[in-house]
């Protein structure tokens, strides 16, 4: 079982940001955690991932809060191609575990 | 640098046919994945290989399903005696041994039987 809770669904006006939050109240030391998207039925992307630290890319920014139990994805500038089911996933930092994906959440963003 | 390419992206077979999907990694990457999504369903974690050796099959049916990643080639999921309930999206991800961690997904292969 998925070891993240996310809202099943949330709206974005276009070109506002989009946060999306997770909490994962039990996440341990050694786990980090991963963002990854559905858009329609394609493949899954790959976003951002983090153990403690903030952490910024081309394409989000994960905010991780000091205890760990819960993150924000952020998406600064969202756009129509931004539509899609984001996934918040606990995975440990050993070894290449398998991901395991709950329900998401379903982002719509809105002209 | 290509990314991971599955084929066919498109597979109908009748009932107890037999499925083969392909999967072929990113270049340099050793560890392949494979998840299954039912139709309006989430995506399941199925099998972990490395090159010659499956390392986690615990998401796998015990009947009709098996997985190879031989030393050359692509990775094959194989199904054999298709049933209605097979029907699904197949992926396929692949990761790169020094990095760990990120896994990046192929497009899948969409099975309906028929």
């Known amino acids: 079982d998925a070891k993240t809770t996310q809202p099943t669904s949330m709206d974005c006006a276009e070109g506002r940001a989009a946060n999306l939050p997770c909490n994962h109240s039990t996440i341990s030391g050694n786990e980090y955690v991963y963002w990854y998207r559905q858009i329609h039925s394609q493949g899954p992307q790959y976003i951002i991932h983090?153990?403690?630290n903030n952490e910024t890319n081309e394409m989000a920014s994960l905010i991780i809060t000091e205890d760990r139990k819960s993150s924000t994805l952020i998406l600064p500038h969202a756009t129509l191609r931004d539509t899609a089911v984001y996934y918040c996933?606990?995975?440990?930092?050993?070894?290449?575990?398998?991901?395991?994906f709950g329900k998401g959440t379903r982002l719509s963003v809105i002209a | 640098n290509a990314g991971v390419m599955q084929n066919p992206r498109h597979l109908v077979r009748r009932r107890g046919q037999e499925a083969r999907l392909r999967c072929s990694p990113m270049?340099?990457?050793?560890?392949v994945y494979w998840y299954r999504q039912l139709p309006e369903e989430g995506l399941k974690f199925m099998v972990y290989l490395q090159k010659e050796n499956i390392i986690d099959e615990s998401g796998m049916p015990k009947e009709r399903f098996s997985a190879e990643f031989p030393k050359e080639g692509p990775s094959i999921l194989r199904i054999q005696q298709v049933v209605r309930g097979d029907s699904a999206a197949y992926f396929c991800a692949s990761s790169y041994q020094s990095q760990g961690y990120e896994q990046y997904f192929g497009p899948g292969t969409r099975l309906t039987v028929t």
């Open positions: 983090g153990l403690k």
């Open positions: 996933i606990v995975r440990s930092g050993s070894g290449n575990t398998p991901l395991v």
């Open positions: 270049k340099g990457h050793s560890h």
